[in-house]
């Protein structure tokens, strides 16, 4: 058996570097259009696909397709379609309009169903990942075997990595990016492109998941993670109090978790009896959203109850900012405002291809 002798040092880097680097780039961390390469290759495929503003096809169609541009496995890229998909209420703006069973984020047990019982389409909201691409706003380049061309990016018409939440952990990094309110980050560019002294906080005034919740932070807190693209804030699940039959019930939970691990914890706290004021717990999530219903004793303070949970149980968690995104190939860890001027670069280059692109097709006429 032939082999070759060399430092383990020289092994590292001429083996695990280029994987860590295919992970970094091509897997985990996302770009400036706010996606990784797995949900560009799927709203991509769907676009050519016609499903803008087409019907609804079968997700198993969709998966299908989009394994020419991705080669990575069917049940790799319906994962990525359920996360994108209205029905799954990850985001607060999907991309994918669903019909069927998609589960849901704020649950571990409610599972999706397969690919061939689903639907979708794009949301009409993707309309804005996709306006001019046609017309070379963005590079192209082969898919994995050259016999298709893909996008590098999506021509975005707002900052959309502040807008749709990415969680990656990459080899030796990892990105953690929370999701911000549309508006306030459409208002927050624009009153920034104006001003560029201008004080984000005043329009983009917090974090905003799709699940909800009440977020507990220090101003100091917040515009640490604002400027340095790190920092942590809690989140509260929200509740109210039925006085007359002694229940409570739990509608919007932290992110960060899932009704079944809360209800969890909740049943090994009355068992070890450092909870005695709950008589019973019950899962109601249905159709009509998220619903956790907590029996309680007559003679309980409700407000004492859930103070005790909140400390106790992941009702209230804690949520790590690592704003990590790739530019033009390297990862950078960036506040807001680095964030917006990295987006605007982009945007401009997007428009003036558009414009270079338009003042061609005139001139051939």
């Not at 906080?201 to 917040?222: M, Q, V």
């Not at 414009?355 to 001139?363: S, T, V, W």
Request: with cysteine; charged share 30%.
């Amino acid at each position: 058996m032939l082999y070759t002798e060399q430092k383990i040092t020289d092994t590292l880097e001429s083996n695990y570097m280029p994987y860590a680097m295919s992970v970094i780039i091509s897997r985990a961390i996302p770009e400036i259009d706010g996606f990784k390469p797995a949900h560009r290759k799927l709203l991509y495929t769907m676009y050519k696909m016609g499903l803008l503003n087409g019907d609804r096809t079968k997700s198993t169609n969709v998966v299908g397709q989009t394994m020419k541009l991705n080669p990575h496995g069917d049940a790799t890229i319906y994962e990525t379609m359920v996360r994108l998909a209205r029905g799954n209420e990850a985001l607060l703006h999907p991309f994918v309009d669903s019909k069927g069973n998609f589960g849901k984020n704020y649950s571990r047990d409610m599972a999706y169903a397969a690919s061939r019982y689903t639907e979708v389409k794009l949301d009409s909201f993707s309309n804005e990942l996709f306006k001019n691409i046609d017309k070379n706003t963005v590079d192209f380049i082969d898919n994995y075997d050259g016999t298709l061309k893909e996008p590098v990016l999506f021509p975005t018409t707002f900052p959309n990595v502040l807008v749709t939440p990415n969680k990656g952990i990459a080899v030796g990094m990892a990105s953690n990016i929370c999701s911000f309110n549309l508006k306030e980050v459409c208002s927050a560019t624009i009153h920034y492109i104006k001003n560029k002294n201008t004080d984000i906080k005043k329009y983009l005034k917090a974090p905003d998941f799709s699940t909800g919740g009440e977020l507990i932070y220090r101003d100091d807190e917040i515009e640490k993670i604002y400027e340095t693209g790190r920092g942590s804030f809690r989140v509260r699940g929200k509740y109210r109090y039925d006085k007359k039959n002694s229940l409570i019930e739990i509608y919007e939970i932290p992110y960060t978790t899932n009704i079944e691990t809360i209800v969890d914890q909740i049943i090994d706290l009355v068992k070890k009896n450092k909870i005695k004021e709950i008589n019973d717990v019950r899962n109601e999530t249905d159709l009509g959203g998220l619903k956790i219903t907590l029996d309680i004793k007559k003679s309980a303070n409700p407000e004492l109850l859930m103070n005790k949970l909140f400390s106790m149980t992941t009702l209230e968690d804690s949520f790590s900012c690592n704003f990590n995104i790739l530019v033009n190939g390297s990862p950078k860890v960036m506040g807001v405002k680095q964030i917006l001027d990295e987006w605007l670069i982009f945007r401009r280059q997007c428009i003036k291809r558009q414009c270079a692109y338009d003042l061609e097709k005139k001139r051939e006429k």
